[in-house]
């Protein structure tokens, strides 16, 4: 049986290797990383597919700025093993993951992806055309949810990574003897 639910810190290593396999070093080299960076994901926003103990799927969300002075998430990514697919996890994770943002009241979820895939969400680029992403991407395959509608009338420009930054571990200052 399959269980979605919030993600442990238990879980962070298996959904690293998941996505590893997934999606491979690509990952890294994308656009949406840019504002992954240095950056925890949004508050509750961050859920695993698992079967059993194992993880076979995950959606995160992240706090962005969408340019209007407005606040938005940002999904992705959103992956699932490979021989865990066409089961239906990675639309039940985008479901739910919609459904969590729509509980803390968030205004709109902003992706970079397949309009065929993510449009049985209701997500599209009917909003974002005046919007960019920080770095080389398809401006088509730039899509938006507006959980609140209006939430991004007058969004334009940059997105912008926003949201809390993750602490680096200082080193210790030797004491002098």
Known sequence: MIAIRHERASDIAAREALLD????????????????????????LSLIAAEGQRVIGTARMWN?????????LLLGPVAVACDAQRRGIGGAL????????RKANHAAVVLVGDAE??????FSNATTGALSM???YEPHRLLALE??????????GTIAAAGTLIQARRPRRRRAA
């Open 21 to 44: 396999e997934a999606v491979g070093e690509t990952r890294f080299r994308k656009s949406s990383e840019r504002l992954r960076e240095q950056r925890l994901a949004a508050d509750g």
């Open 147 to 156: 959980l609140v509608p209006g939430a991004l009338d007058g969004a334009c």
């Open 134 to 136: 920080p770095g080389p």
């Open 117 to 122: 895939y993510y449009g049985r969400f209701c």
């Open 94 to 101: 985008v479901k739910r993951a919609i459904r969590e943002a």
């Open 64 to 72: 962005i700025g969408v340019g209007n002075g407005s606040s938005a």
